[in-house]
């Protein structure tokens, strides 16, 4: 069986004050109705854990019946920090899941394939990212506005969502980050604290997420023109 989880209780605060981002309406639907309805349309997806902010259970049980988003789905409360969240989710899951998706919120463009090719990717290697290959000359500072270095971006990628996992994989990686006392804002990133491997999966079409206002109409385009 596999699961989805919506990671839907971050703030946005990038977006400006009093404005929730997902729930803001681009292409006739709240963001986060986009990203939802790409994991109901996913055959590969059997069930959905959304985690919210606390508070707002009932206002996104009603955009499912809204929006006829009909897949079997939760809604649970999320946690301080973001492993928190994804660690409320996973821990919501149906005990017959075997593999799950770690989806931002408000990233609505994911097209079902690319979510698809993550999940088989996590099945055979038990970690994976969607992700797409750096194409700008990237450079690392020294902490201030001066170049320190060069990176070589052949080998650079942005990595993004669903991030797809075996479930034992997650659990163990959400517990090394327990113990360790660290944040993290990336699930792949607990895997390196088990030294678990991750399969980079190439996105070729746009994914991106929305954080700032600049980002609303390229995104309304693309979900526009979405096939």
Known sequence: MNSAIIVAAGRGTRMGPDVDKLFLPVAGEPVVVHTWRRFDLCPGVDELVLVVRAGLESAFAELADRHGLRKPHRIVA?????????????????????????????????????????????????????????????????????????????????????????????????????????????????CELIGQSVELVECPEPNPKVTLPSDVPWVEWLLRHAP
């Open 78 to 190: 999320g946690g301080a920090e973001r492993q928190d969240s994804v660690g409320n989710g996973v821990a919501a899951l149906d005990g017959r899941t075997t593999l799950v998706a770690i989806q931002d919120g408000a990233r609505p463009c994911t097209a079902p394939a690319v979510i698809a090719r993550c999940l088989a990717a996590a099945d055979r290697t038990g970690a994976a990212v969607a992700a797409q290959r750096a194409t700008d000359t990237i450079k690392e500072s020294d902490g201030t506005c001066l170049i320190a270095r060069h990176l070589d971006r052949s080998r650079l990628w942005t990595v993004q969502t669903p991030q797809c996992f075996q479930v034992e994989v997650i659990r163990r990686a959400l517990e090394a980050v327990r113990r360790s006392g660290r944040q993290i804002t990336d699930d792949t990133a607990a």
